[in-house]
């Protein structure tokens, strides 16, 4: 298999990232792609034909957005996952509420599950919030990224605050935003204690602007702080919020399963 072809299908596709390589560009036959990892590259509309999967992992936090279909064996897997990410955590069913009552219900669901991995990860061995796996964001980067993403969607898009950030905050590097500078954040590494401290004034800070708001608040418009051409609403946002806290905190969770099986096989959950 190793000597396999990539055949052009569309003489008009191009290589690329980000939608830039035209559908149907490429026939990939008869290729060894074991082991091969794909990240943060656009395989929208790939289709796979009689190909060996056994193993095959997939993470996509967009997965259930926008009715996106996920085709395993002519059976669309997306409710599947998304029920059984639900039963794995619960109060997640809770991340679309629409009412401010369930809005707050679905935060304290929030903040109940990430005290609960918190105890978890202060209960391993020492190091444990400090440590990649595979490369990502440790446990401490997760929490600092949240205090980010807080302060994008809500002090930012929706109370309007020019300088919202907080400086030990952690933003994607992905450098194509809109929605802050750089300079905003600080480059050394805070303490853990200061991490939490951030954090729990930036949870505090969605709880206390849940206890105050109305169903005609969550109607109101905003502009999406990476894009301003693109409209949102309060509600939006704070849907928005509820989807960062949610796909960071399965990530953490993941990642200290990985960690607890390294240090103690018998200890993953």
């Known amino acids: 298999m190793d000597d396999g072809r990539v055949e052009d299908a569309d003489a008009g596709g191009r290589d690329g990232l980000g939608g830039q390589e035209g559908r149907g ?3 990939v036959r008869d290729r ?37 279909r996920l085709l395993v064996n002519g059976v669309d897997v997306v409710p599947l996952v998304d029920a059984e990410l639900n039963r794995r955590f619960p109060g997640r069913e ?5 009412s401010p009552a369930g809005l707050r219900d679905a ?46 969607w809500l002090g930012r898009a929706v109370l309007g605050l020019d300088q919202p950030f907080h400086p030990l905050g952690l933003p994607n590097d992905d450098g194509e935003t809109q929605a802050h500078d750089a300079s905003a954040f600080t480059d050394r590494t805070p303490t853990h204690s ?7 004034g930036r949870q505090a800070m969605v709880r206390e602007h849940l206890a105050g708001i109305s169903a005609a608040g969550l109607a109101e418009p905003r502009r999406n702080p990476h894009a301003p051409e693109v409209d ?38």
């Not at 809770?94 to 629409?98: D, G, H, N, V």
């Not at 929030?110 to 105890?119: D, F, I, P, Q």
């Not at 391993?124 to 980010?148: I, Y």
């Not at 200061?194 to 729990?200: C, D, G, H, N, V």
């Open 25 to 27: 560009a490429r026939l």
């Open 107 to 152: 935060w304290a669901a929030v903040e109940a599950a990430w005290e609960a991995t918190l105890a978890r990860a202060t209960a391993m061995a020492p190091g444990a919030v400090d440590s990649s796996v595979d490369g990502e964001w440790s446990l401490a980067q997760t929490l600092r990224h949240l205090v980010t993403a807080t302060d994008t």
């Open 94 to 98: 809770l991340r679309s509420a629409t």
């Open 232 to 269: 949102e609403t309060v509600l939006s946002c704070l849907h928005t919020i509820l989807e960062e806290e949610w796909e960071h905190h399965r990530y953490a969770v993941r990642d200290l399963d990985v960690l607890a099986a390294a240090s103690d096989p018998g200890a993953a959950h």
């Open 32 to 68: 060894n792609l074991r082991g091969t990892r794909f990240v943060g590259c656009d395989l929208s509309g790939v289709v796979v034909r009689g190909s060996e999967v056994a193993g095959m992992e997939v993470d996509s936090p967009w997965l259930m957005e926008g009715g996106a």
């Open 194 to 200: 200061e991490i939490l401290e951030a954090r729990a």
